[in-house]
Structure formats: structure tokens, C-alpha cells
């Protein structure tokens, strides 16, 4: 079974390694471990200043813990290394802290890319820290705060305690307009349970848990781009910020299913011709040549993730669902183009025996759901 990846990201400052010294003696951080690209100013409570000959050291809550400065793909071969070897018992999941100041992306891509990590591992979430104090003015200020907000499953307020009311509220509500998928957690209910666990594989049930995953609900509901009326599709939540105002959150819904080639051609336009512009896609596709197992998608800018079949549908909802977002891509832009394609019939119709059979080795598309 893949190991659990959560990428704990946030702005310099914004509280990373304070939640993660609270998370770290969490029940559910038992047999952890923990990737630490730099000690910022406070180090882990329980760490131990001596380190291990290979950089990994035991915390005495018992997860494991290691600071790189680059190889990060070299590190998690290694905690690899160390599992099958029997150096290592068990790994119940991986953290990764990035320093404040780096876009998560690479980060992302570096394990979605790797030919083995993608097997042995999955990225169950992207947890952002956001600063109740300083959140305003650095989302403001830098762009890589704005992204960091954009790519999160889960975003931790951090200082409410410190914070005014009303500036707490009005920061909810531009993080809710950025990325209406992903609940905003106080620092205070940031417990384990509130943050591990986002992926698409919910392992108390142990079958994949798309709605939650998707939250696609959210951003029908944000309003964030609809038309009030005064002929702009402009959010109107807050006012006019340089950097959100490139940002768009949007889902699209069909009832249709979608021929397996015209979706791989809709994957292949978006990444080739706009990839830096998509910060996030995520979804679920009905296909019009395996109408009963669904496929999900899922992208960082122009890296997606090898799609992977379910076995069915994991519930009564069977249409194809997608969220996007995007940096200076319009969502009419998008939306256009997914009906040009899926809506286009498919001229060329391959042997139909080979599409029933295996459809997604057709289209070059590879891989099953695993949990
Ligand atoms: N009052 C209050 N202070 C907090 C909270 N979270 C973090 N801090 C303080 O904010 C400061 C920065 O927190 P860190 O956890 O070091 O932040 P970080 O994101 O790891 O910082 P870098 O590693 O420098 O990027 C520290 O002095 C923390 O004690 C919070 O919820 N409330």
C-alpha cells in the first residue's frame, strides 16, 4: 500500500514548524516520519541535536525525522531503502516541511514524476499555514504566498489568538474566494485527524471518498466568478488585489461521459499549452467507453498524475466532475474548451473490441486505482 505524503507548506514565519511539533505527538504520527528542508528559527522541540550518520534522526515521540537541503528524492529512496531492507519496521506516512519561501509545485512534481516514488508513495495533501496577523499583507505582497494557498487541501489559521476579529473574517474570506475546496482549520482545531488523511483514499473505509475529495460543491457555491449583473465576472468579495486577481476557482459538471481519447486530448492541451497557468486540477471523469469505472485525474501545473481507474463509482453521483485552479486562465476559457472536446464525436472510432477490453491502453492512458 502506498505511504501517505502530507506537504506542509507555508509563508515564512506563518507557523509551519509550531504545528508540526504540536502534530508530531499525535497518535496518528505514530512510525512517521518527518522531511524538514531547513530549520527555520525554532527547531522541533523533541529534536535531537546530534544527528544519525544518514541524517535521520528518532524523536522521542518516536516519528522519525530528517532535515535535507536539496535531494529530496534521494531521501525518500532511502526511507525506502531502510523499509525493505528491515532497517525500518514500518512507515505509516510521510511529512515534508518546505522552507517558507518555496512554491510547493516542485515539490509536487518531484514525486509525481519519479517512476517508483509514484508507485510506493501518494500525495495525500497539501496542508498551508496562513498567518491571521500578516496573512493579508503577504498574500499582498508574494505571489508564492498566493500559490501556496491555491495548491492546499487544508489550510491552517495560524495566530487567531493574536489577530482582530474582523481581520481574521475578511482573511477567510479571500482564503474561501482563492480556494473554495479547502477547509480553513483554526490552529487551535489542528489536530491530526483535521489535516492527514485528504487524499482520495479515506482508510477508515477503506474505498476512495471522491466527494470529499473533490469538494466540488465548494466552488459551485463560492460564487467566485459568477456574473452579478454588472457584466464582470470578477469576484466581489474583496477589494482588488494584484496577485488574487489572476486567480480563478471553478468546477465544471457533465452529465456526459467523456470518450477516453478526448479526454487525454483535453489533459494534453491544457498541460502543453497552459501548465504554469493550472495550479491545481482535480477530478473525476465518467468515460464513454467504461460507463461503470470512472477515472480520476489530478494535476499540478503542467505534472498530472498518472490517472488511475476506479473500480466503480464510490457513490450515486456518476457525473464527471472538475475543479481547476488557475493562474490568468479565464474559467469561460476552460469551459469552452472541454466542450469542444468532449463534445466533439470521435471520428475515428478505434476497434471497439479493444475498447471494451481495455480502453484507457488505447488512449495511452495507464494505471488502477490503489489504495
Ligand atoms: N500566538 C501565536 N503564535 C504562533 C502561532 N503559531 C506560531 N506562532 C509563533 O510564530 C513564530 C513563527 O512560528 P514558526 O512555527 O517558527 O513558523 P514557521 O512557518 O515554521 O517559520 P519558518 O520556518 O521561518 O518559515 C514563532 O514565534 C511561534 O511561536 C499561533 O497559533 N499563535
Redesign the pocket.
Known amino acids: 500500500m502506498p505511504i501517505p505524503i502530507t506537504v506542509l507548506t507555508?509563508?515564512?514565519?506563518?507557523?509551519?514548524?509550531?504545528?508540526?511539533n504540536r502534530l508530531i505527538s499525535d497518535p496518528a504520527m505514530a512510525d512517521a516520519a518527518v522531511i524538514i528542508n531547513e530549520?527555520?528559527?525554532?527547531g522541533l522541540d523533541h529534536m535531537l541535536v546530534e544527528a544519525a550518520e544518514d541524517g535521520i534522526v528518532e524523536l522521542s515521540s518516536g516519528c522519525l525525522c530528517c532535515t535535507v537541503r536539496g535531494d529530496l528524492v534521494k531521501t525518500l529512496e532511502d526511507f525506502l531503502r531502510r523499509l525493505d531492507n528491515g532497517r525500518l519496521e514500518t512507515l505509516s506516512r510521510i511529512v515534508i516541511?518546505t522552507?517558507?519561501l518555496a512554491d510547493p509545485a516542485p515539490i509536487l512534481h518531484a514525486i509525481m514524476l519519479h517512476p517508483y516514488l509514484v508507485l510506493r508513495y501518494r500525495l495525500d495533501g497539501v496542508v498551508t499555514?496562513v498567518?491571521a496577523v500578516n496573512g493579508m499583507a503577504t498574500l499582498d505582497a508574494h505571489e508564492e504566498a498566493v500559490k501556496q494557498v491555491a495548491v492546499a487541501d487544508r489550510i491552517v489559521l495560524?495566530?487567531?489568538?493574536?489577530a482582530e476579529d474582523a481581520g481574521v473574517a475578511a482573511l477567510r474570506e479571500r482564503l474561501a474566494a482563492l480556494n473554495p475546496g479547502a477547509p480553513v482549520v483554526d490552529?487551535?482545531g489542528a489536530t491530526a485527524g483535521a489535516l492527514l488523511n485528504c487524499g482520495l483514499f479515506d482508510p477508515t473505509r477503506k474505498i476512495p471518498d471522491v466527494a470529499r475529495w473533490l469538494h466540488e460543491e465548494a466552488y459551485r457555491d463560492s460564487g467566485h466568478t459568477h456574473d452579478h449583473g454588472d457584466g464582470h465576472g470578477h469576484h466581489h468579495h474583496h477589494d482588488v488585489n494584484r496577485h488574487d486577481d489572476h486567480i480563478r476557482a471553478f468546477s465544471l459538471a457533465t452529465d456526459r461521459a467523456v470518450p477516453a481519447t478526448a479526454l487525454e486530448m483535453f489533459i494534453d492541451l491544457l498541460r502543453s499549452a497552459h501548465g504554469p497557468k493550472l495550479l491545481r486540477v482535480k477530478g473525476i471523469v465518467k468515460l464513454a467507453e467504461d460507463l461503470d469505472r470512472p477515472v480520476v485525474i489530478h494535476g499540478v501545473q503542467e505534472v498530472f498524475h498518472p490517472p488511475a481507474t476506479l473500480p466503480e463509482w464510490p457513490d450515486a453521483d456518476h457525473r464527471t466532475r472538475l475543479v481547476f485552479i488557475t493562474r490568468d486562465m479565464p474559467e469561460d476559457f476552460v469551459r469552452r474548451m472541454f466542450e469542444a472536446i468532449a463534445g466533439t464525436p470521435v471520428i475515428d472510432t478505434p476497434d471497439a473490441a479493444a475498447l471494451t477490453d481495455n480502453p484507457l491502453a488505447v488512449s495511452g492512458f495507464s494505471g488502477t486505482f490503489k489504495p
Open positions: 507555508g509563508f515564512l514565519g506563518s507557523g509551519k514548524t509550531t504545528l508540526l530549520f527555520g528559527e525554532v516541511e522552507t517558507g499555514t498567518d495560524t495566530k487567531s489568538d493574536i490552529a487551535a
